[in-house]
């Protein structure tokens, strides 16, 4: 069957139907399918990928510490700023075309960060890199929702989800691989020819759809006050330990301001980017204080463990990358179990068992030095932590789904989503300051291996919050069965589409 044709009629037996008709059977459904789990997999393999190459490109760019922490941060900050208006985009706009356009600007970023002569040049493209992937993230599980039939969306949710995490899975290998083979600009260049596939692929063979009755305008107000809030006390978070300014301390306070008035400026408009009736729910609010504690862990142990892993252990990048698989692993052989486990007995105890599992899998962590045996220093931290993320992450998305009705299951977890990815944000501009690593220090083991054993248990200590909250402010009732059994979320939660599922959108 041709790519055009099989679309078309697709998309026309979709139309006499319930909207949707792709069948996983066809070649037109694999295709989708397959556009779908690629895209999704380049914007998340740039969430974990790049923390590999961050000791060879901050030697090679005479990086501080701080231009490290904004080469990780400037991605999450627009990624977690802009990801839900990035699923109204494609609401309003088409799926595919805002998914295309997201593939198309993410390669274009990635061009410019492989090529970056400075780490300025190379914040202002990672910043770039997050737009595109506030495109991509969303779009791709809507493609799925929007396309598929019914009897086969449970299926093609689950295969997207548990080949994400695969990808998730060799992510960190494949840096390290890239980064010893051939240098750290490819970890960047390597985007571009499969973005180009991702193009090619979704416009020849996935159907458009739109939201059946998109109106009303964007929230525009909502994405620069969220973008200019999360970016000037970032800014200020990062730059005050080694520059106490009046510009930096402008910057923090118009941050502040900025996210002090979202909460009114979505409260009036009349599509905001953050439904904050959604936290009138108890259940809601308490899912996301436990998402803030977890991911704010999450991001600083994926930051400093390859680090220290590099600098004092003398990992080569790929055996650095390899080192962490383990928790990757737990998490595809867990997350089923335990979202199974969360529907019979509810997330209270999977997530407070997973969050306080986490805590000492960190402390175990903290023991990595510069003489460190992987079976004795490092696998028990790693199995430890990433079996306590396999009890952790599936309970808490169906917390949050179970938490809403129905009509409100995207938005929902698009809203915990951003949540997550702001907590690793701010954690990762607090921490490695207050433990001392400023300027250079990374580069000097003695220093790094001091700040790594107080952010690690800065790490724990998060984790053990999140296990006492789990405990005293999440229910026990059993939770809905989520949309996948399978999810692998190293950098955020599980996304659904903003969308009622039972109403995935109207394909033409």
Known sequence: ???????????????????????????????????????????????????????????????????????????????????LLGGSLGDRYGRRRVFVIGAAWFAVASLLCGVSPSITTLIGARLLQGIGAALLTPGSLALIQASFHPDDRGRAVGAWSGLTGVAAAIGPLLGGWLVDAAGWRWVFFINPPLAVLVIVVASRHVPESTAPDPSGRFDMAGAVLAVGGLAGVTYALITTPTKMSPSVLIAGAAGILALVAFVPVERRVKNPMVSLGLFSSRQFSAVNGVTVWVYAANGLLFFFVV??????????????????????????????????????????????????????????????????????????????????????????????????????????????????????????????????????????????????????????????????????????????????????????????????????????
């Open 1 to 83: 069957m041709a790519g055009g044709a099989g679309a078309g009629d697709s998309t026309a037996g979709a139309r006499g139907g319930a909207g949707v008709g792709l069948r996983m059977g066809q070649p037109v459904g694999r295709w989708t399918l397959f556009a779908a789990i690629l895209g999704s997999s380049l914007a998340l393999l740039d969430s974990t990928v790049v923390n590999v190459a961050l000791p060879r490109l901050g030697e090679e760019l005479g990086a501080t510490v701080a231009g490290l922490q904004w080469t990780v941060n400037g991605y999450t900050l627009t990624l977690a700023a802009l990801i």
């Open 307 to 508: 680090l220290q892993l590099q600098v004092v252990a003398g990992y080569s990048p790929v055996i650095a990358g390899l080192s962490l698989l383990p928790v990757t692993l737990a998490l595809l052989g867990l997350s089923s179990r335990a979202g199974d486990l969360s529907q019979r007995i509810g997330a209270r105890l999977p997530m407070t068992v997973g969050t306080a599992t986490c805590a000492v899998g960190a402390l175990l962590l903290a023991h990595i030095g510069t003489v460190s045996s992987y079976p004795r220093s490092v696998l028990p931290g790693a199995v430890l932590f990433g079996v306590g993320l396999g009890f952790t992450v599936a309970p808490l998305t169906a917390a949050v789904l179970a938490a809403v009705d129905t009509g409100h299951a995207g938005v929902a977890s698009g809203v915990n989503n951003a949540v997550a990815r702001a907590a690793g944000l701010l954690s990762l501009a607090v921490v490695p300051a207050a433990v001392g690593l400023t300027g250079a220090a990374y580069r000097d083991p003695v220093l790094l291996n001091h700040g790594f054993r107080l952010a690690m248990y800065a790490c724990a200590g998060l984790m053990a919050i999140g296990a006492a909250l789990s405990w005293t402010t999440v229910s026990a009732r059993p939770c809905a069965r989520p949309a996948s059994r399978f999810s692998c979320p190293v950098a955020s939660p599980h996304l659904e589409p903003n969308q009622d599922p039972s109403a995935p959108g109207t394909p033409r």
